[in-house]
Each structure stands twice: as structure tokens, then as C-alpha cells.
């Protein structure tokens, strides 16, 4: 059985930075990805790797802010995120696929949540 839990989320002050961790169990995936939810709104595609790590995937609101990686000894995706903004403000997912997708209906198995909190 998969399980995908996250960790590391908080409240922060605008141009901090914070780290996400997700730690997988239950077999290897090809596609670790993250994904946010704000109040209201669909949830979106943040990042994503592939299982070797060579390729890495990123949404253009957090491109060049955020960095995607993973240990996979540990079985470990990160997220690095700094310069954070208001508008990050969200509760972020974990989530394992078979390929590369933006798009949430391609991942079958999700984490939790942790929250993300900007303040300005």
C-alpha cells in the first residue's frame, strides 16, 4: 500500500523560505510530484521529478524560486522554496504517478497536505 506523507509546511514572512519533505513507502514511482491548493480555488501543479532525477518539472509561478529534488535511498521527494510570496499561500501535496503529468487526474496516490502560510 502506498503511503505518501509531507511535512515541513508553517507560517512564514514574505522572501522567506521554507523546505517540504515527502516520504514515500510502498514501492518506487516514476513521477514524484507536488501539487497546491489555496482556499477556493483547483488545485494546481507546483513540480515534479522522475525517479532517475534527470528531469525535473516546474510551474511558471515558481519557477527559478523553487527547487525540486529527491533522495531515493530515502525514497524522499524535497521542495525547496524560497523567496515565498503571499500568493504561495496553500496547502501542498505530495503525489506519485506512472509518468510525467501536470495534471492531477494522472496521480493515483496523494499525501496528506501540509500547509503553507505566506504572510506580507
Known amino acids: 500500500q502506498v503511503q505518501l506523507v509531507e511535512s515541513g509546511g508553517g507560517l512564514v514572512q514574505a522572501g522567506d523560505s521554507l523546505r517540504l519533505s515527502c516520504a514515500a513507502s510502498g514501492g518506487t514511482f516514476s513521477m514524484y510530484s507536488w501539487f497546491r491548493q489555496a482556499p477556493g480555488k483547483e488545485r494546481e501543479f507546483v513540480a515534479g521529478?522522475?525517479?532517475?532525477?534527470?528531469?525535473?518539472y516546474y510551474a511558471d509561478s515558481v519557477k527559478g524560486r523553487f527547487t525540486i529534488s529527491r533522495d531515493n535511498a530515502k525514497n524522499t521527494v524535497y521542495l525547496q522554496m524560497n523567496s515565498l510570496k503571499p500568493e504561495d499561500t496553500a496547502v501542498y501535496y505530495c503525489a506519485v504517478g506512472p509518468y510525467a503529468s501536470r495534471r492531477v487526474t494522472d496521480y493515483g496516490s496523494w499525501g496528506q497536505g501540509t500547509q503553507v502560510t505566506v504572510s506580507s
Open positions: 521529478i522522475n525517479w532517475s532525477g534527470g528531469s525535473t
